[in-house]
Antibody
Framework: EVQLLESGGGLVQPGGSLRLSCAAS????????MSWVRQAPAKGLEWVSF????????YYADSVKGRFTISRDNSKNTLYLQMNSLRAEDTAVYYC??????????????WGQGTLVTVSS | SYELTQPPSVSVSPGQTASITCSGD??????ACWYHQKPGQSPVVVIY???KRPSGIPERFSGSNSGNTATLAISGTRAMDEADYYC?????????FGGGTKLTVL
């Protein structure tokens, strides 16, 4: 059974940093691309970032480019999102999502339960 | 940047067919997928690659994609189908979600 468990969310001041983690199990982690998707309170889904399974290629939404960094440690079956220069508008539940493919975005077959990030002074 | 447009809300009577549209420039040239999300839960894919159903998704869910519009149809709609529905596609190096449609089963 595929499981994705996010952690690392919390309250942070504007301009601060936070690192999210997503522990994966139940599948060959290195064979699949992964993404982070967020959802602001009472809002829709917003894709944040993508990383391929094999070559580590990354993509970012314009709203986070230059501030967020996605990475993965295939030896630990873990996905990360380093978030710097956080803004109030980054407040959201952040989901880790497993892609159906390995090298390019396709669709998100499995989702974690999400971790809440609140940016506020 | 690429955009996908959905109606904010759709209402349907139990047992009828609900149709939710998703519009984007030349969307028919891309693969579209659909998720539903119930309050307090994570999204679940119900249609991928335009018209394929993952295992465990009822046959009453179907999809199509042509021209500029992808459509999710739910036949014999049940109260349990009430949820937010999101379409998704990807363009170049960007994943795009539609704004979401709240399906109400009256």
């Amino acid at each position: 059974e595929v499981q994705l468990l996010e952690s690392g969310g919390g309250l942070v001041q504007p301009g601060g940093s936070l690192r999210l983690s997503c522990a994966a199990s139940g599948f060959t982690f290195s064979s699949y691309a992964m993404s982070w998707v967020r959802q602001a309170p009472a809002k829709g889904l917003e894709w944040v970032s993508f990383i391929s399974g094999s070559d580590g290629g990354t993509y970012y939404a314009d709203s986070v480019k230059g501030r967020f960094t996605i990475s993965r440690d295939n030896s630990k079956n873990t996905l990360y999102l380093q978030m710097n220069s956080l803004r109030a508008e980054d407040t959201a539940v952040y989901y880790c999502a497993k892609d159906a493919g390995a090298t390019a975005p396709e669709y998100f077959h499995h989702w974690g339960q999400g971790t809440l990030v609140t940016v506020s002074s | 940047s690429y955009e996908l447009t959905q109606p904010p809300s759709v209402s349907v009577s139990p047992g009828q067919t609900a149709s939710i549209t998703c519009s984007g420039d030349k969307l028919g040239n891309k693969y579209a997928c659909w998720y539903h999300q119930k309050p307090g839960q994570s999204p679940v894919v119900v249609i991928y690659q335009d018209n394929k159903r993952p295992s465990g998704i009822p046959e009453r869910f179907s999809g199509s994609n042509s021209g500029n519009t992808a459509t999710l149809a739910i036949s014999g709609t049940r109260a349990m189908d009430e949820a937010d529905y999101y379409c998704q596609a990807w363009d170049s190096t960007t994943v795009v979600f539609g704004g979401g449609t709240k399906l109400t089963v009256l």
